[in-house]
């Protein structure tokens, strides 16, 4: 029923430029909050950022701040990530998650919803 799919993956030369994609379904999107998050195997999920339920807050993690930005289009049920200034160690499996409470500041295992992932590789 419930449905986040990521896709905007790729490999890119460092310096570079990708925007990922998270489209929602099968709850009302405009309720949740949203947040990113990548995995790298071996390491813990880091939480990139994240934005509230009207996008009007939005959090980043200081890996990524200044770097990226999230956003989110309420009218599509979707959510948004510009990564500019890609480094090597953004490379991972970026996931896009969905939870129903107010705050979006907070850690993965406290979101409801989860996509599947896409990937991300920076070559150097």
């Known amino acids: 029923e419930v449905q986040l799919v990521e896709s905007g993956g790729g490999l890119v030369q460092a310096g570079g430029s990708l925007r990922l994609a998270c489209t929602a379904s099968g709850f009302t999107f405009e309720h949740y909050v949203m947040g990113w998050f990548r995995q790298t195997p071996g390491k813990e999920r880091e939480g990139m950022s994240c934005i509230t339920r009207s996008g009007e807050n939005t959090f980043y993690a200081d890996s990524v701040k200044g770097r990226f930005t999230i956003s989110r289009d309420n009218t599509k049920a979707t959510l948004n990530l510009q990564m500019n200034s890609l480094k090597p160690e953004d490379t991972a499996i970026y996931y896009c998650?969905?939870?129903?409470?107010?705050?979006?500041?907070?850690?993965?295992?406290?979101?409801?919803?989860w996509g599947q992932g896409t990937q991300v590789t920076v070559s150097s």
């Open positions: 998650a969905a939870d129903p409470w107010t705050l979006c500041r907070k850690p993965g295992r406290e979101y409801a919803y």
